[in-house]
Nanobody, 115 residues
Framework: QVQLVESGGGLVQPGGSLRLSCAPS????????MGWYRQAPGKQRELVAS???????NYANSVKGRFTISRDNAKNTLSLQMNSLKPEDTAVYYC?????????WGQGTQVTVSS
């Protein structure tokens, strides 16, 4: 059973930065695209950013220019650098990995942007 573990969430003031990380709990192979999603209270889960194995990236319009997604294929790890955070970025952030036709999710990490 593939498990993904996120870390790096927390409370930050508007304009601040956080870096989220995601790593598998064991050895896994064949990961394709990876991504970060988020879900705010009362809202649907939405894509924040994604990255292919080859490094092509895609961002939600709301985070373009502020967030940067990256991955280490050798370690199967995923990161999200979040700068210039806004209160509307407050949500639970989830790591996602696609292996063949299957989607795997982490347990989520809370990001709260508040003064």
């Amino acid at each position: 059973q593939v498990q993904l573990v996120e870390s790096g969430g927390g409370l930050v003031q508007p304009g601040g930065s956080l870096r989220l990380s995601c790593a598998p709990s064991g050895s896994i192979f064949g990961i394709g695209a990876m991504g970060w999603y988020r879900q705010a209270p009362g809202k649907q889960r939405e894509l924040v950013a994604s990255i292919t194995r080859g490094g092509s990236t895609n961002y939600a319009n709301s985070v373009k220019g502020r967030f940067t997604i990256s991955r280490d294929n050798a370690k199967n790890t995923l990161s999200l650098q979040m700068n210039s955070l806004k209160p509307e970025d407050t949500a639970v952030y989830y790591c996602n990995a696609k292996i063949t036709i299957f989607n795997y999710w982490g347990q989520g990490t809370q990001v709260t942007v508040s003064s």
